[in-house]
């Protein structure tokens, strides 16, 4: 996978998800995705960058909507990106971004779902990001390994039907995405960077 930015490294499996982090990272990449649900043109230069493996396309364009999260460490697998934060020094890194499960098909990244994920999640993030209460709650039923409640709060602000899954992973959560005009799942995934 490409990288460019931040180092990534190994964070300590005893390090807890903290609201702030959560509410760090939703406020940076909140412009992000309101700029790829409401703007196609940028949504789809956005997915040719990530294809093609683009790293300064991809911060360009990341600088030109959301810059603090374009000083973060910023990577692509030709079918997905990654957005990842320093939550506590000197190790401990989250990273937030959208893919396609590996393994499924390469250098493709389709806009017209990246845009129906990014406004379904939109509310999800702005809650996060303006909701300390919320972040909170959310931080600790992570922490506790609570899938049902986890699940009971995503789904509050994600009532949609093409998300078919949310889980608890890697300290974080992952959300699994399918609409009936692709061929393929997407997953929305913050979680914690062990490597």
């Not at 180092?7 to 300590?12: Q, W, Y």
């Not at 910023?74 to 990106?81: A, Q, R, S």
């Not at 590996?102 to 990014?118: D, L, M, N």
């Not at 959310?138 to 699940?151: E, F, G, M, S, T």
């Amino acid at each position: 996978m490409l990288y460019r930015g931040a180092a990534r490294r190994k964070g300590s499996a005893h390090q807890r998800l903290h609201a702030e982090t959560l509410r760090k990272i939703s406020a940076a990449m909140l412009p992000f995705y309101k700029a790829i649900a409401t703007r196609r043109a940028f949504a789809v230069q956005w997915s040719r960058a990530v294809v093609q493996g683009n790293l300064d396309r991809m911060k360009s364009l990341l600088c030109s909507v959301a810059p603090f999260a374009a000083k973060q460490g910023l990577g692509t697998n030709g079918i997905g990106y990654f957005v990842s934060f320093l939550a506590q020094p000197p190790m401990l890194y989250y990273t937030n971004g959208t893919t396609i499960p590996p393994g499924t098909v390469q250098f493709t990244f389709e806009p017209k779902v990246h845009r129906a994920i990014a406004k379904t999640v939109f509310p999800l993030y702005r809650e996060l990001a303006r909701n300390e209460c919320f972040a909170s709650a959310l931080a600790k039923a992570i922490n506790r390994q609570d899938q049902r409640a986890v699940h009971v709060m995503i789904r509050s602000l994600i009532p949609s039907s093409a998300l078919k899954s949310v889980d608890i992973e890697d300290g974080g959560f992952a959300l699994l995405f399918k609409y009936p005009f692709s061929k393929y799942p997407y997953r929305n995934l913050l979680f914690r960077e062990f490597t």
